[in-house]
């Protein structure tokens, strides 16, 4: 079963960049897809980005993050990395990172069955 920790929120500027890292462990028994949700007060959780875990290259965002956020891989920490750029206020929720766990839209969040805890990202005016 692997297991996910984030780390990396904080609390920043309408503007500022902000790097978000999930530390993966364990046994690779879910699909070989990984990916960040977002959730905001009052809100459903949100699919934010995707990456293809094993082999890294495939990735997929959401509309609203495209071009602002890079989600990637880093072998040598075996982390998953979030870039945020360019932040702005309604980014602010708190940020997970999931493991994709059962076939189905990697833009869904009831595909994936692991969850970090998640890293509250806020971001001021």
């Known amino acids: 079963q692997v297991q996910l920790v984030e780390s990396g929120g904080g609390l920043v500027q309408a503007g500022d960049s902000l790097r978000l890292s999930c530390a993966a462990s364990?046994?690779?028994?879910?699909?070989?897809?990984l990916g960040w949700f977002r959730q905001a007060p009052g809100k459903e959780r949100e699919f934010v980005a995707a990456?293809?875990?094993?082999?890294?290259?495939?990735?997929w965002y959401a509309d609203g993050v495209k071009g602002r956020f890079t989600i990637s891989k880093d072998n040598a920490k075996n982390t998953l990395d979030l870039q945020m750029n360019s932040l702005k206020p309604e980014d602010t929720a708190v940020y997970y990172c999931?493991?994709?766990?059962?076939?189905?839209?990697?833009?869904?969040?009831?595909?994936?069955?692991?969850w970090g805890q998640g890293t509250q990202v806020t971001v001021s005016s």
């Open positions: 990456i293809l875990w094993p082999g890294g290259g495939s990735t």
């Open positions: 364990g046994r690779a028994k879910s699909r070989p897809v």
């Open positions: 999931a493991a994709q766990t059962s076939g189905g839209s990697i833009y869904s969040r009831d595909t994936y069955g692991i």
